[in-house]
């Protein structure tokens, strides 16, 4: 009987010559992996040229030699620029995961997992399709949609008033202005605070938004 193969469990097959090879199924056993990391590539490339250059002016070919792969490749994996762009700009804020019974305690942790985000990676797709929309309307259009499922419509149903998704569009406002300036325009003043010194001052005021029975008079 054949020894099994020590990398895959599996017994060789025989040939003529007696000697054992792999089996193709075997061989082919990292193509998913790979596969996945060539995608992962791929969009870590467009993120950058599309950030670098916008979405007008990043290409195909552009980013498919920032990724070192063929053109091919991107258009089998994401069919056009445009399927790729989505892809690549594409988050999910958690909402539901950092919404506590503190109305305050919700809004830090909004702001923070925002911020922390920017500041991990400058290139993340929330950037991205920011700096994209200053120059594309197809761009800023898929940036308000994103605002709109991702931040305003959770949010406002935390809140209860009449102005509900008015409040909610002023949170996420606020909150998106506060990070552009300091991760992409690099405000001096914003750029240099302290992320703990901004949570103080920020958080009351988002919080009177999301709650305004309990917020507190300011002054």
Known sequence: MAAADVTTGEAPQ?????????????????????????????????????????YERATIRA????????????????????????EAVRWDIPVAELTADDPAETVENLVRGMLGAWAADPDSPMAVLVRASMTSEEAAELLRGHITAQAVDPVAAMVDSPDARLRAALCGAMMMGVASQRYLLRMPDLAAADTEDILRLVVPVLRGLIDPEKAEPQG
């Open 14 to 54: 025989s040939t003529a010559s007696g000697r054992g090879r792999p089996r193709k199924q075997a061989a082919e056993g990292d193509c998913p992996r790979k596969g996945e990391r060539t995608r992962r590539r791929i969009l870590e490339a467009a993120r950058r040229k599309f950030a670098e250059l916008g």
């Open 63 to 86: 980013i498919a030699a920032e990724a070192e792969v063929d053109k091919s490749s991107v258009i089998q994996y994401f069919g056009t620029k445009d399927g790729l762009f989505r």
